[in-house]
């Protein structure tokens, strides 16, 4: 029988060392560069039988000729039709969201890794779909193709766009590419979450667009808040627009004025109730902020900290607990007794565990009881893959402060 073994035809096979091999035995899906025993011929972005040192066959996985993380599996199975796989793998993201995701026109389709699609992010704002290409296999021209008609055909979006990180493009050795319309005419449009409003624009913004991994916390969080609320690294106003009913009084900081302005006129799109006091947005370094608060007496009933990973690689783990707690301890110190605090991280470095002791620990400090009401993480549409740790990688916390 012949097989086609790949999206570019090489049929090749790469030799991973005992380490790489266990690594892919214990369920992960990476086999970094330095396990690589020899993958000769490999072309960039090709699909690649991968075997240990002894010849026995470990799965099928996509190669990069320049990424560190050298071999992305994609099956541990013989792949005989790629494109085939591709549009399986798309069909079977998309039928786990019709399960599990409700209440919004916004969820994240397709999670990489979790969605058994390496290098490969798709996410939907009502009627325009987002993607990402993260390798050189899945920036292949034959696998665009087939990923942007499995998702034309599948969601009927009326326009796909691709958004760009070209540090990314230059670690994987990819040409520049700018981001933009791959398909359609649309690049801005209206998307709803737990019936609250916001504006999306395509081609503007952080991430794709929005924080989607937030949303189901959006909602939690809104069960609690209450008082004067303080949304601090707000962005367009995720949390602070779903706390806004229950709250007497919103505040959402954040440093970057184009978030904040879009953020405003979400609010306007969501203010039914005249009667309701209108957010208000302050364009502020937080740490800043919160010191100047925490020491002038301002105090709030619910605070909400967001901010951006701090932790980019694990040697930042030290530094990034540190600036945690910092800003943990002067929440706290601003809560009103019963306030309560929503707290998060987005650095997969710190893990759970971790992020509860750095929190255990600014309690202390702070001389508040803390407790717990939810420890939560990112939504169901970004699934955690339990033996790739990297997938697992947001902690939102919602506790009150006696
Ligand atoms: N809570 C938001 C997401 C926050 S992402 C949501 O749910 O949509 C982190 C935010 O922190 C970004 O909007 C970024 O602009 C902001 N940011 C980064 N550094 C900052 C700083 N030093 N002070 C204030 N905001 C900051």
Known sequence: MVRTLTARGSGLTATVSPRGASRLKNGHVWVYRSDIVSAEGAAPGSLV????HRGQFLGSALYSSSSQIAIRLISREPVADFPALLRQRIGEAIAYRENVVSNTDAYRVIFSEADFLPGLIVDRYNDILSIQILTQAMDAESVRQTVISEL???LHPASIVERVDPRVRQLEELPPLDSGLRQGEKTSTKFTMNGIL???DALEG????AFLDQRENYAAAALYAHGEALDVFCYQGGFALHMAPRCSHVVGVDSSRPALEVADQNAALNRRDPNQ???EWI??????LLKDYASSGQRYDTVVLDPPAFAKSKRDLDAALRGY???NLRALKMLRPGGVL???SCSYHVSQADFLQMLADAARDAHRTLRLAEVRGQGKDHPILLNVEETAYLKCVIATAS
């Open 49 to 52: 039988n991968v075997v240990d």
């Open 152 to 154: 034309t055909e599948r």
């Open 198 to 200: 916001f504006h999306f």
């Open 206 to 209: 952080q991430k794709t667009g």
């Open 277 to 279: 006091p209108e957010i």
């Open 283 to 288: 364009e502020a370094n937080a740490f800043d």
């Open 325 to 327: 707690k910092e800003l």
């Open 342 to 344: 929503v707290t998060c």
